[in-house]
């Protein structure tokens, strides 16, 4: 199984829910960031050495699948055979400087390897 074939049907009706915690999404936005998350997935399964790092849109569906966590394992592990661990920003490197290699690292992979560069929204 890949990134492409995980229901994530699921985490979009609940972004665009009125029991979202923020600011609920409108659909549309949902599915757009459930492709860029797919991809971003996608990364790092194939890529498990490279240091990533999502856009704040992608984190933020990102931190919607890990809150169902039976289902996150079980993708994580159908899709990279391993579990994805969601690490913070590095506080051992307070300038941000392995945060933002990690971010350029995701955005020429996802150039390279989608032929088109990463969307970034406003609020990222």
């Avoid at 699921?10 to 936005?29: F, G, R």
């Avoid at 592990?77 to 391993?82: K, L, P, S």
Wanted: net charge negative; glycine share 2%.
């Amino acid at each position: 199984m890949t990134a492409f074939e995980i229901n994530l049907e699921y985490i979009n009706a609940y972004l665009c829910s009125d029991s979202y915690a923020l600011t609920p999404w409108p659909q549309d936005h949902a599915k757009t960031l459930e492709l860029l998350y797919r991809r971003f997935l996608h990364l790092i399964a194939t890529h498990p050495t490279t240091p990533l790092a999502p856009s704040a849109c992608i984190d933020e569906y990102w931190h919607a699948h890990i809150l169902h966590t039976r289902q996150y394992i079980d993708d994580c592990t159908n899709i990279a055979g391993r579990y994805i661990h969601h690490e913070p920003a590095d506080s051992r490197n307070p300038d941000g400087e392995s945060l933002k290699v990690a971010f350029q690292n995701t955005c020429d992979l996802y150039e390279q390897i989608f032929g088109e560069p990463l969307v970034v929204f406003k609020d990222d």
